[in-house]
């Protein structure tokens, strides 16, 4: 039995619920609108079906009886937790170089202490007797050991690691390890989220129209003060639908602030159309006239939002009257399901036919290309046969409300690119990075801001996967390296989600090769792909979010950088962002100092440390010199007297 404010402790399917049952799904979809849930099925996914109850969810209203069907790991919750948490820790590039010199260092000094040892065993011993005795050989053979591994090395390392996060702090980037503090300077690719991350997180209505007509936002809102005055005018028809079908709400504690100041909760795109509503007419007269009686929250599924309203404030919402549905939602979701719009020119309704949708897709392609998102309205009245309210109600509306639907009007939004975006590719490629744009948006809107900022900067159309397929040079097995620039495809590459679905490894081995590379309309599994594929092929990836999506993808990356805003996204991360996105470019420059001093110290340790001690040794066990020093005073020397100096190189700058 579930009820008001319990957690759900299981995946469990509902088998009876009251008629305002609801449940919150933020944290597992991110969508802050609650779900209703009934008892029959209408998800085309088990994360989207209303009648299942997901571990981890709240209720928030009425009550409900169902059967568990998946528990623990099982579970939408217990999937997405392992997605994030199986990968296994690796190595980091300075760990596997600092092995690597130990191995050699061991190696030589096995070979040095054999060498005495076998002398001693197979000459001396045998001949000379009076030479070297057992003690003095077992003496010689540690001293070899002693005298050649640099004990000062690990206290250096920590130490240079422990300075430079110290500087990457005061740049803004802070480590939440000592391990990752050089990877960041071995980075070759850097996979990078759009949204709240190269762009600001705060869009704007920049342009509104109709299937006939476009107007800037400025345009409208002056047409729509000298056209309102006409009842059936399309100007107040797009702004009644911008206001009815949204989700967004200022706060109440900063009402009395100007607009642009004033808060929002709700979706980012629905704020920016608030905020546009408000500017352009009396927004509150339009809600008092047609109140609100249902609505579908906005879903990464369907894509579309949908409210239901009495077309009078007076209507009875037990009485079976007409109503009126408002949609909004991605054009190329909604138009398969449009018959009529609304005319700007003739102020009336008319066929959407074949030369008005090729009219309405040239403008949704062209804002795109600008780097908008585009949000199309539309309407149409239904009379309802189930009781408002009723289960058979919400069934019946998310089936038939989509349906014949009259086009009112179509709206672009811009999230423009932060300003230090642009700087921090253009750096980040100076440095020998590719910088790769991975995003849940629409192709060709992730392709402008990517032209804006830099990733593209080929002047010719990106290629696509036929693009990519029709190379000659489609490879049958694993290519060189494509950290070489000569192995690379000087070119720039656009896939979306569903190419990714279709790719083998053969595809992944061209895809990698690519200079320039933007990812659209990506899963969160599809982000965690191709951070492991570019990784198989000898990549070291940085992935920069700030979302819940991105968890995975940072989780698995040798580096997982978090803007400071994703709370998630800083949990799974391995570096946090504490100011603008230009400050990756410190850390990677630090990074690379920490990698750059360590050289220096161990090319003075190995001569002034190591090889100085060992010769003593060395001479002793094969031309009876006394030994001056013993195996004591070599580790005191290695530990204080070779450290001092090396103090002075790991804290060099550039």
């Known amino acids: 039995m579930l009820s008001v404010g319990n957690k ?35 998800g085309e996914t088990f994360l989207e079906a209303p009648n299942i109850a ?71 011993n045998r001949g000379h007797h009076g030479f070297m005795t057992l003690d003095q050989m077992l003496v010689d053979v540690m001293g070899c050991i002693i005298s050649f591994i640099p004990q000062g090395i690990p206290v250096v390392v920590t130490l240079t690691l422990n300075l430079i996060a110290r500087r990457m702090r005061k740049v803004s980037v802070l480590p939440k390890s000592l391990s990752t503090v050089e990877t960041l300077g071995c980075v070759t690719v850097i996979c990078s989220d759009k949204t709240g991350t190269l762009t600001e997180n ?67 795109v629905d704020g ?57 939602g991605a054009p190329d979701v909604l138009i398969p399901s449009c018959t009529f719009y609304y005319s700007a020119l003739t102020n009336d309704i008319q066929p959407f036919d074949a030369v008005s949708r090729a009219k309405l897709i040239a403008t949704q392609e062209k804002w795109s290309r600008g780097g908008q998102r585009v949000i199309l309205l539309c309407m149409r009245e239904y009379t309802p046969h189930y009781a408002i309210g009723s289960n058979d109600f919400r069934i019946e509306i998310r089936q038939k409300g989509v349906e014949a639907l009259t086009i009112v009007g179509i709206l672009g939004l811009m999230d423009p690119p932060r300003p230090e975006s642009a700087v921090t590719v253009k750096e980040c490629r100076r440095a020998g990075i590719r910088f790769f744009m991975v995003t849940g948006d629409f192709g060709l809107t992730a392709t402008a801001i990517a032209r ?11 290629d696509s996967l036929e693009d990519m397929v029709k190379m000659q040079d489609m490879p049958s097995g694993r290519l060189p390296s494509c950290r070489d620039p000569a192995n690379r495809i000087q070119k720039s590459l656009v896939l979306e989600g569903k190419d990714l679905v279709l790719f083998t490894e053969n595809h992944w081995n061209v895809a990698t090769r690519y200079e320039e590379i933007v990812f659209a309309r990506t899963t969160p599994e599809q982000k965690l792909g191709i951070v492991n594929a570019f990784q198989k092929r000898d990549n070291v990836v940085a992935v920069t979010g700030d979302g819940v999506n991105d968890a995975p993808a940072l989780r698995a990356a040798d580096v997982g950088v978090a803007v400071v805003t994703g709370s998630a996204a800083m949990e799974a991360a391995d570096l946090i962002l504490l100011g603008n996105l230009d400050s990756i470019v410190g850390g990677i420059r630090l990074g690379r100092l920490v990698f750059q ?50 103090l002075s190189l790991i804290v060099e700058k550039e």
């Not at 342009?207 to 936002?217: E, L, N, R, S």
């Not at 007269?285 to 404030?313: D, E």
């Not at 360590?598 to 190995?606: D, G, H, T």
């Open 8 to 42: 759900i402790p299981a995946d469990i399917r509902l088998i009876e619920t009251s008629d305002d049952v609801r449940f919150d799904r933020a944290v597992l979809t991110g969508e802050s609108e609650e779900v209703e849930g009934n008892v029959d099925s209408l």
């Open 54 to 124: 997901l571990m981890g969810t709240h209720v928030t209203n009425g009550h409900a009886k169902g059967v568990v069907v998946l528990t623990g790991g099982r579970t939408v919750m217990g999937r997405t937790s392992e997605l994030t948490n199986k990968t296994k820790m690796k190595s980091t590039p300075i760990q596997r170089e600092i092995w690597r010199f130990v191995l050699i260092i061991t190696f030589l000094t096995v070979v040095l202490a054999l060498s005495v040892l076998i002398i001693w065993l197979a000459w001396l």
């Open 202 to 268: 705060n869009m704007s209505v920049m342009f509104a129209g109709f299937v006939d007509k476009i107007y800037t936002a400025q345009e409208f809102r002056e047409n729509f003060a000298t056209d309102s005055s006409v009842a059936g005018s399309a100007s107040r028809q797009l702004h009644g639908a911008a206001v009815l079908c949204n989700g967004a709400t200022f706060d109440a504690a900063t009402a009395d602030l100007p607009l642009e100041k004033r808060d929002i909760n709700g979706d980012i």
């Open 272 to 328: 920016a159309i608030l905020r546009f509503v408000e500017s352009v007419g009396d927004a509150p007269a339009v809600r008092a006239s047609k109140p609100g009686i249902y609505q579908v929250p906005f879903n990464s599924h369907n894509k579309w939002m949908l409210t239901v309203h009495n077309s009078s404030p007076l209507q009875d919402s037990e009485r079976k009257s007409a109503s009126l549905i408002f949609v909004k």
């Open 452 to 462: 804006q900022i830099g990733i593209i900067t080929t002047h010719a159309e990106p």
């Open 597 to 646: 001093n360590l050289q220096k110290v161990i090319a003075y340790l190995l001569p002034a440390g190591s090889w100085s001690e060992v010769w003593p040794v060395l001479v002793n066990a094969f031309l009876g010199v006394p030994t001056p020093l013993s195996s004591f005073l070599m580790i005191i020397i290695c530990c204080f007297t070779d450290l001092a100096p090396c």
